[in-house]
């Protein structure tokens, strides 16, 4: 990832260290030697802090870590471990904050999008919500609350909850809303530092026929109208098909964290409809899926998430 990422984006950071407490690497500096680097850093630019800091990686923190990989290299050779289960990764993006309201949020919303709640017809009930997604009716509240305050959804007294056709106003000012916001924004600037080279890796390693089954999905959605669902849909296919446990864990909270972007799409949308905001694109990698352009699909979907984060600053 680019550096300026790292040192501004939060989720960026808290995956750094969750990776750190994944790998439990030991500390590659001396305590003398941490000590000096932090008062070195003191009353310096953000752009100095970065360049000290990639010298400061390249002259101590490189070397240490080539180290430990190449004795780990010939670990491997003397203790045969590739029947050995891994152990998984697990990426907590709500770090003391309460997880299961936030996604719950996002899976009603993905299932809105996927047509399981169509907008103009009303959520079940809260204790069959409850029951459906394994949590407590207090819950279902909280997060009915939130998707209100997003304007996805709107309580109506004897009715129970019905999903709006037109998107309503978002209430900005409320906390949980304010941080899911921060987190989408931060989500689609990862998106966008990753997506690329992720998906070539993912996509040649995937296979031809994977590929065309994954065209075959695409294709399906520009004739059923719903081309809006390419994020879940390819997102779910990294998450599915990528070698990595650990880009499929990130993958899989991105795309829960995406939803919260959902409320922006409608309302951008309002004159053109969903379908056409991405029935183009989507025909476009399809096509190139199909010519085996592994390349020409990264740099699209690239580009996609380049043109959404800038339609969602503005």
Not at 32 to 52: G, M, P, T
Not at 75 to 88: F, G, N, S, T
Not at 244 to 263: D, H, M, N
Not at 269 to 285: C, N, P, T
């Amino acid at each position: 990832w680019e550096t300026r990422i790292i040192m501004s984006n939060g989720l960026a950071q808290n995956l750094y260290w969750e990776v750190i407490r994944y790998l439990r690497f030991p500390y590659l500096m001396d305590i003398e030697k941490q000590r000096v680097i932090c008062e070195n850093l003191k009353k310096r630019s953000v752009s100095d802090i970065i360049a000290y800091l990639r010298n400061e990686f390249e002259s101590a923190y490189r070397p240490a870590a080539e180290e430990i990989l190449t004795f780990i290299e010939e670990a491997c050779k003397e203790y045969p471990l590739d029947e050995e289960e891994p152990i998984p990764f697990w990426w907590s993006i709500y770090r003391q904050r309460p997880q299961i309201r936030y996604t719950l949020v996002s899976d009603i919303i993905r299932d809105v999008i996927r047509g399981r709640y169509p907008q103009g017809s009303y959520l079940p009930s809260l204790p069959r919500l409850a029951d459906q997604y394994q949590v407590s009716v207090n819950t279902i509240r909280r997060a009915l609350d939130i998707l209100e305050g997003l304007g996805v959804a709107s309580s109506l007294q004897g009715k129970g909850t019905l999903v709006r056709k037109e998107p309503g106003e978002i209430n900005m000012e409320k906390t949980e809303i304010q941080e899911g916001m921060r987190l989408f924004q931060d989500s689609m600037e990862l998106l966008e530092a990753t997506i690329r080279p992720i998906s070539v890796y993912t996509l040649k390693a995937a296979g031809g026929r994977k590929r065309e089954r994954l065209a075959e999905r695409l294709e399906r959605l520009e004739r059923e109208k719903t081309s809006y669902v390419c994020f879940e849909a390819y997102l779910s296919f990294i998450e599915e098909e990528c070698p990595s446990g650990v880009i499929r864990e990130c993958y899989s909270k991105l795309r829960e964290l995406l939803a919260w972007g959902y409320p922006f799409a409608v309302i951008r949308a309002r004159k053109r409809g969903l379908h056409e905001e991405f029935r183009e694109v989507i025909k476009q990698m399809a096509a190139f899926l199909r010519q085996d352009k592994i390349e020409e699909f990264a740099d699209t979907w690239e580009r996609l998430i380049q043109h959404e984060e800038i339609q969602k600053r503005s």
